[in-house]
T-cell receptor
């Protein structure tokens, strides 16, 4: 079992729709959870962090954490073609991050 | 947040040679890390760069191959030694204070 699992996609949504990205993790001691966006040829960019159960909203992005189910998700509202990228889920079990394989999101105009 | 720069941005090297990658952070950070990202893959942690002491390497990575220095809280280097084509990858430096980490733009290395 991988430590951090994501559906590789691609996830295709029409412009204006809600994109839902999911991530599960195996280590219950994980404390911090992150979503990074990575455009092709670029380095990962931190877009959301979440540390406690529940929802955290920032603009069009909402991160959801359920530690009992070991599940993290990212919702992108009003998806735009500029949101097309690979989204990496990352988990911090101490100091360094463990990354999932990423989900490629395609937003169709 | 932290702004991180890396040099060089890319390089093409011959097998058997070594390349040193520099990472500079615009502010003091407690944590600095080096990752590798191979084409179409996710990020793999190489090591934690510890200020003033030896780096902590992940399984599969050794100091002789990837020596790391971190002389202060804003700067680190990663050397890829005795390179082979399998070392062709993007090497990323990250840093942060507390729990959040920010990435540099990466160094794209091609070994011929």
């Amino acid at each position: 079992q991988k430590e951090v699992e994501q559906n590789s996609g691609p996830l295709s949504v029409p412009e204006g729709a809600i994109a839902s990205l999911n991530c599960t993790y195996s280590d219950r001691v994980s404390q911090s959870f992150f979503w990074y966006r990575q455009y092709s040829g670029k380095s990962p960019e931190l877009i959301m962090s979440i540390y406690s159960n529940g929802d955290k909203e920032d603009g069009r992005f909402t991160a959801q954490l359920n530690k009992a189910s070991q599940y993290v998700s990212l919702l992108i509202r009003d998806s735009q073609p500029s949101d097309s990228a690979t989204y990496l889920c990352a988990v911090n079990r101490g100091r360094a991050l463990t990354f999932g394989s990423g989900t490629r999101l395609q937003v169709q105009p | 947040s932290a702004v991180i720069s890396q040099k060089p941005s890319r390089d093409i090297c011959q097998r058997g040679t070594s390349l040193t990658i520099q990472c500079q952070v615009d502010s003091q950070v407690t944590m600095m890390f080096w990752y590798r990202q191979q084409p179409g893959q996710s990020l793999t942690l190489i090591a934690t760069a510890n200020q003033g002491s030896e780096a902590t390497y992940e399984s599969g990575f050794v100091i002789d191959k990837f020596p790391i220095s971190r002389p202060n809280l804003t700067f680190s280097t990663l050397t890829v030694s005795n390179m082979s084509p399998e070392d062709s990858s993007i090497y990323l430096c990250s840093g942060g204070q507390d729990r959040e980490q920010y990435f540099g733009p990466g160094t794209r290395l091609t070994v011929t």
